[in-house]
């Protein structure tokens, strides 16, 4: 730019720069009409400098430029002794390389495994944003302005008073989440938020954080849940936010500790979020009653749910029936809730029983917002909505309409279009949300390789009871455990799981604790009574062992005898002081978490600069998850500014790529060549970066692969141990030598989020420990041995 000079030096690629007597890669004037403007120049210039492969004094050169001493021209001699902080090296983002490292790292090895991309593969059409004017003649204040202004409280009675049905979209969440397992990349979103931002403009909420996709975005996207957030909140100002809490478990599989859920209600809504539908697994009162006391000490809006399973209309269903879930509400209704939702996560509200239910209810409660959710796995879901607004509901939910229908919620267009016009009318123009759908139809197209394959609805979900945003993400997790072509046994066992468990609510974590089982059934070919008589011998997964051990709370109706005491016998919690199993809340037994000591252990392991209060809840939420998120950070960085099919697929070569790293920031890429990998098995890659050669080198693993034959598991033999399920050894807890009885652990496994203990069926000896972690292992493979006491 003008005032700066270059002068050549040998600093060009492929140069050889020596460590000797002038290594000058190029000299850089600034002309100013003064010391701090020629000083702001040249830190501009330094800057905008890319040099990689040599160690520079550019970092030194930035410290001086930026001294107050030096800029005022009071420098001595001992200038640079009096100033040792001119040392620090530069902590430079270095984005480009590392998107580049990304992208030849897809195009060797392929999509991550992790991700689960087995389908098609993505569209080839790239989605067109609509343009949908904004509506400057709104005649009301929108929801979102009430709340800020007047709080929850005032947020709850203009519901009340709202003429019409209102309207929550589910697409940003809990659609994705039944239909294409959790993985909507947050560039999608957001590409679409400013039309959104009009078009629902009168809705009740858009529904976008919280349940499943805090941890799917930090394990298989490598996106900051946080971040997610905070640029939806800055891309849609005007319309409430809502999240799905899990009450005690907050967006966690487990309890917590309780200064754990506070603070993150805390940093949820001053990141953005407004309205908390907070929900527990087991309908336990205990621990909806934290997660309800945590979002309103917060400032959020208390949407309380009770989870819907069963059937009200019909008398001969068991035990949840019509007085239950009125006793249930009247619970939380005591407890200064702002609105209640009607939570049916497997689709089982039929038509008739939504208007039984939602009729008592408004009947009993006339003040109550209610809010209705559902699935649409049978093809009912449209029908039970409208039955719910007849019956008196203020709000539903629906997804949009390429997002809708099977394991999602109702077509959005569909109720908007059946209200129009009449005493429920959503307030929502049919034209503008029909101009969504067309972005959300050649978007869906991206996902192609999570798609499950599901054509149709399945009346059957009234049988497995098998809750839709499940639904996908078992179906995907079955084939990855071996069980491809059993996912009808899948389903029925899940139904004979739902009956050793107790007959429960099933919905994240209880649903994840019945799919665990359902699949261990399946894997093992094991039948109901099998179960019950072999329990104390069986390695069930770690969440079943841990539902019975209360970790989740208590059930309706109690835990299942004897096949409780028998799962537990000789187990104890560790660190409980010798307790078997959790008498009450659990996180009410759980000490404080050490939020300080954390954020300082953390900082040591990643650097002051990377981590924000918000990383160390991550942290608290998923430890092991963020440790494997802050690596693929350091070894990939930031990978949300690339669209999904480049996320997916890569490059070809001969093709070019803008990529927006910030606004007024781009790259543009394009991928020159890949060359044939050398001995060591790494592959050069030749990119061009904003028209300057790059490179990236990656490592071929596919080549570096050996199939080896391992040895199974003999059948009849006791003390010969293989894995139950197939999956990656984690952790072995003997080595050869050890003395061991029966139950003690021998190995832990993971297999899709469900770990697994194998435990010593027998006294003995360990003769030998054949796997080690990282091993991944099919079903009945061998893993310990042991010489049995006589």
């Given at each position: ?511 994840k604790v019945t799919g665990d089982l359902a699949q261990f059934l399946v894997a093992n070919k094991l039948t109901e009574h099998e179960v019950i008589e072999k329990a104390e011998e069986l390695s069930f997964p770690n969440s079943v062992i841990e ?133 060591d098995g790494i592959v050069n890659i030749q990119f061009e970066l904003n028209g300057q050669p790059r490179s990236a080198h990656v490592k071929d693993k596919r080549a570096a692969v050996k199939e080896t034959a391992r040895l199974k598991a003999l ?76």
């Open positions: 730019g003008f005032g700066i000079r270059l002068d050549d030096g040998p600093g060009f690629p492929g140069a050889k720069i020596t460590p000797h007597y002038d290594s000058l890669l190029v000299k850089i004037t600034a002309k100013a009409r003064n010391r701090k403007d020629a000083a702001a120049k040249l830190i501009r210039a330094l800057r905008e400098f890319r040099v990689r492969g040599v160690q520079t004094n550019k970092s030194f050169l930035l410290n001086v430029l930026q001294n107050r001493e030096f800029l005022e021209g009071e420098v001595t001699t001992g200038f640079i002794a009096a100033n040792p902080n001119l040392m620090e090296p530069l902590k430079e983002k270095d984005r480009a390389q590392k998107l580049l490292a990304y992208i030849g790292e897809v195009v060797v090895n392929g999509t991550p495994k992790s991700l689960g991309a087995t389908g098609d593969p993505p569209s080839s059409v790239d989605p067109i944003v609509p343009e949908i004017p904004p509506n400057h003649k709104q005649k009301k204040d929108s929801l979102k302005k009430i709340f800020d202004r007047d709080g929850p409280e005032a947020f709850a009675k203009a519901v009340r008073q709202n003429e019409g049905l209102l309207i929550t979209d589910t697409t940003w969440r809990d659609a994705h989440q039944s239909l294409l397992a959790t993985r909507l990349r947050t560039i999608d979103m957001l590409n679409i938020a400013e039309p959104t931002s009009t078009a629902l403009r009168n809705a009740y909420s858009l529904e976008c954080w919280g349940g499943a996709t805090f941890d799917v975005s930090m394990r298989f996207l490598n996106e900051c849940p946080w971040d997610r957030l905070a640029s939806f909140r800055e891309a849609v100002p005007d319309i409430p936010f809502q999240m799905l809490l899990r009450g005690a478990n907050a967006v966690g599989y487990t309890s917590y500790a309780d200064n754990v859920v506070f603070e993150f209600c805390r940093l949820a809504k001053e990141a953005g979020m407004d309205v908390f539908r907070v929900f527990d697994s087991l309908n336990y009162v205990e621990n909806m009653r934290l997660g309800i006391d945590a979002v309103g000490e917060a400032g959020g809006i208390v949407e309380a749910a009770v989870c819907y399973t069963g059937d009200v209309s019909d008398p001969k269903r068991g035990l949840y029936d019509l007085e239950y879930y009125l006793e249930f509400v009247r619970q939380l209704e005591a407890q200064g809730i702002h609105a209640l939702a009607i939570k049916d996560m497997a689709g089982l509200l039929k038509p008739n029983a939504a208007g039984m239910l939602v009729g008592a209810i408004r009947e009993e409660f006339p003040n109550l917002p209610i809010h209705v959710h559902t699935h649409d796995t049978a093809g009912t879901g449209v029908a039970s909505m409208l039955a719910a607004a007849q019956a008196g509901a203020d709000a539903v939910d629906a997804a949009t309409d390429a997002m809708s229908g099977t394991t999602a919620q109702p077509s959005l267009g569909a109720l908007v279009a059946s209200t129009q016009g009449t005493e429920l009318d959503t307030g929502l123009d049919l034209h503008e949300v029909s101009k969504l759908n067309e972005y959300w139809e050649e978007c869906r197209g991206l996902y192609a390789p999570f798609e499950s394959g599901q054509k149709s609805g399945s009346a059957d979900v009234y049988i497995h009871e098998m809750p839709g945003g499940q639904y996908t993400n078992l179906l995907y997790q079955s084939s990855q455990l071996g069980l491809t072509g059993q996912w009808s046994q899948v389903k029925t066992a899940y139904a004979a799981a739902n009956r050793l468990l107790g007959d429960i609510i099933k919905v994240t974590p209880s649903s539902y019975f051990q209360g970790y989740l709370g208590i059930p309706p109706f109690g835990f299942p005898e004897p096949l409780r005491s028998r799962v537990l016998k000789g187990r104890k919690i560790e660190g409980s002081g010798g307790l078997s199993c959790f008498d009450g809340r659990p996180g009410a037994q759980l000490p404080p978490f050490d939020f300080e000591s954390t954020e300082a252990n953390l900082k040591e392991k990643w650097g002051s600069g990377k981590l924000s209060k918000y990383d160390v809840m991550s942290y608290a939420m998923y430890p092991a998850v963020f440790d494997e998120f802050m690596e693929r950070q350091e070894e990939y960085g930031k990978l949300s500014y690339l669209d999904t099919r480049t996320f997916l697929t890569g490059m070809k070569v001969g093709q070019e790529l803008t990529v927006e790293l910030e606004k007024g920031k781009h790259l543009v890429l394009k991928l020159i060549s890949v060359g044939e990998p050398t001995p059948k009849g033999v006791t003390g010969s141990i293989g894995a139950a399920m197939p999956g990656v050894v984690l952790e072995t807890k003997v080595k050869k030598g050890d003395k061991v009885k029966k139950g003690d652990p021998l190995v832990l496994m993971s297999a899709m989020k469900m770990e697994t203990v194998l435990t010593s069926p027998c006294d003995g000896v360990v003769k030998q420990v054949v796997v080690t972690a990282g091993d991944q292992l099919d079903g009945g493979d061998l893993c310990v041995e042991i010489d049995e006491t006589l």
